[in-house]
């Protein structure tokens, strides 16, 4: 993963769909449990986002699914999900079993939740913007 170097990233990096309510909620919930404030959060329609992933050839994954970078490797759908727990600690931990699944099954999944996810939750038509208070944990 090629994090450009005029930026300091050693936090994971959450990109998500800013406009899906589901994936907004998923935010807000790893920022309540996220205790050591560690993940940092872009969503797919900012700059930061876009260019980051074209860099990478990772592009096709824009807007379809959750993606997070850490360590300089890049976790999308369930796999994202499921390091997300673990790094959240805890209690969370809990569902990493999930691994033992094959990828398919997990993916699949994954994929039915995010195919409906604007029918089953709702779109906004801007992103949401973060409060002030959590404002420093966005790039944008």
């Known amino acids: 993963m090629n994090i450009p170097d005029n930026q300091n990233f050693s936090s994971p990096i959450i990109i998500y769909d800013g406009v899906c309510h589901l994936c907004n909620s998923g935010v ?5 449990h996220d205790r050591k404030k560690i993940f940092r959060f872009a969503p797919f329609q900012s700059s930061f986002a876009k260019n980051l992933l074209k860099e990478n050839n990772e592009s096709e994954n824009i807007g379809d699914t959750f993606i997070l970078i850490h360590n300089g490797k890049l976790f999308n759908r369930a796999d994202a999900a499921l390091k997300i727990t673990m790094l959240l600690g805890a209690k969370w931990k809990f569902f990493y079993p ?3 699944f094959p990828k398919f099954i997990r993916n699949g999944f994954y994929n039915i939740i995010a195919r409906n996810r604007y ?3 709702g779109k906004a038509d ?3 913007m973060p409060s002030p208070e959590i404002q420093e944990r966005f790039i944008l």
């Open 28 to 32: 807000n919930f790893i920022l309540k």
């Open 98 to 100: 999930l691994y033992l």
């Open 119 to 121: 029918k089953w939750f």
């Open 126 to 128: 801007t992103c949401v």
